[in-house]
Nanobody, 126 residues
Framework: VQLVESGGGSVQAGGSLRLSCVLSGYPHIRFCMGWFRQGTGKERERVASVDTSDRVDYADSVKGRFTASKDMAKKTLYLEMTNLKPEDTAMYYC?????????????????????WGQGTQVTVSS
């Protein structure tokens, strides 16, 4: 399984970005996938996770502003980010795990996912 993120960039506060994560090396994406981020000097944190039923769980800090979704046909995970804030500045990573059950996927910690992309940088200026 390989994951490749794209869509990061620099925006002003209040702006929007859409991140994409394309999966290859496996025939489908009907398993746990998620978006994580890591700011400078901070620990990696979960942003949103999407389980096998496509139920999405969000971190409190992004609820109402970010939307995660899967496109099964394109084997792509998206993260639509609106009303961005300077504190959203971080490297954003896509992750996946074929074996993580839905209950654990919803609030999973980074160490539970076995496959990671290289990350895409998001910078929000005030």
């Amino acid at each position: 399984v390989q994951l490749v993120e794209s869509g990061g960039g620099s925006v002003q506060a209040g702006g929007s970005l859409r991140l994409s994560c394309v999966l290859s090396g496996y025939p489908h994406i009907r398993f746990c996938m998620g978006w994580f981020r890591q700011g400078t000097g901070k620990e990696r944190e979960r942003v949103a996770s999407v389980d096998t039923s496509d139920r999405v769980d969000y971190a409190d800090s992004v609820k109402g502003r970010f939307t995660a979704s899967k496109d099964m046909a394109k084997k792509t995970l998206y993260l639509e980010m609106t009303n961005l804030k300077p504190e959203d500045t971080a490297m954003y990573y896509c992750a996946a795990d074929r074996f993580l059950p839905p209950l654990l996927c919803r609030s999973t910690s980074p160490q539970n996912l076995g496959h990671w992309g290289q990350g895409t940088q998001v910078t929000v200026s005030s």
